[in-house]
């Protein structure tokens, strides 16, 4: 699951969550802390909740960086051992789709998950659940501080009111949005197979959709905190993509 995927989940599915999670006691100790932050933040500068919404984004993301940016090594490790996999992979894949009895299928996926351990390789591993458990809690805390905040619903910040609605600040977002999908499925190693790899780009295609929708339906503070949080991305996966080379460069033979 991408970084794309935690912002739709926030996006699309976070009312829902609230109920499921009692709504009250539960959330509010999530969302007190970022809560008094925004607010001291908006105070060292100056009183602008705007400021205070694009600092402690970029410091968030800061601080998930390094999760993210391991697992995009991992993926590339893994994506490695795959590639030289491949010919016997998909060997085994052309007799699976053959296969018309479910016995032979059965035993088909059992040489698959042999080929797989003689070369330890976990494709599974690439996916990597530890970065998606962190953030959760932390972006679901600072999402419902910026949108339960009743002194961002009445500040106003360049052009728009933190409050309203805003079409251009939403566009940007769906813009930045697509932008991030692109770059992120242009640099980032995948070891998904084809079919997979179309359930993903529609699934990232669906992610600037359903950010715009739900910027059209809520206050101008959110499309804010994702323009920033999706610019910040973008850069983290340039990044991550330069540092790979670096560390993963061939070393010249002697």
């Known amino acids: 699951m991408t970084q794309n995927m935690i912002v739709l989940l926030l996006a699309n599915s976070l009312n829902k969550a609230e109920q499921l999670l009692g709504g009250t006691e539960y959330m509010n100790t999530i969302i007190e802390p970022f809560t008094l932050l925004i607010q001291s933040t908006a105070s060292f500068f100056g009183g602008s909740y705007g400021m205070a919404i694009i600092a402690l984004t970029i410091l968030i993301r800061l601080l998930l960086a390094p999760l993210m940016i391991r697992q995009y090594i991992r993926q590339f490790d893994v994506k490695k051992k795959m590639d030289k996999l491949k010919p016997e992979m998909t060997d085994i894949q052309k007799r699976m789709s053959a296969a018309q009895d479910p016995n032979e299928k059965q035993k088909i996926q059992m040489e698959m998950m042999g ?87 529609w699934i990232g295609l669906m992610s600037p959709i359903m950010i715009v929708f739900a910027s059209l339906s809520t206050s101008a503070a959110l499309p804010l905190y994702w323009v920033v949080g999706g610019l910040f991305l973008i850069g983290q996966t340039y990044f991550s993509h330069l540092l790979l080379n670096r560390i993963r460069k061939p070393v010249p033979a002697v």
Not at 147 to 166: P, V
Not at 185 to 198: F, G, H, I, R, Y
Request: charged fraction near 10%; glycine fraction near 4%; proline fraction near 5%.
């Open 115 to 201: 080929l797989y351990k003689k070369h330890n390789v976990n494709p599974f591993s690439a996916i990597g659940c530890l970065p998606i458990l962190v953030q959760m809690p932390i972006l679901m805390g600072f999402y419902y501080a910026i949108r339960r905040s009743h002194e961002i619903a009445t500040h106003h910040f360049l052009w728009f009111s933190l409050g309203h609605t805003d079409l251009a600040l939403t566009i940007v977002a769906g813009i930045v949005y697509f932008m991030q999908f692109k770059i992120s499925q242009k640099l980032m190693p995948t070891v998904s197979a084809e079919q997979q790899q179309n359930s993903m780009q």
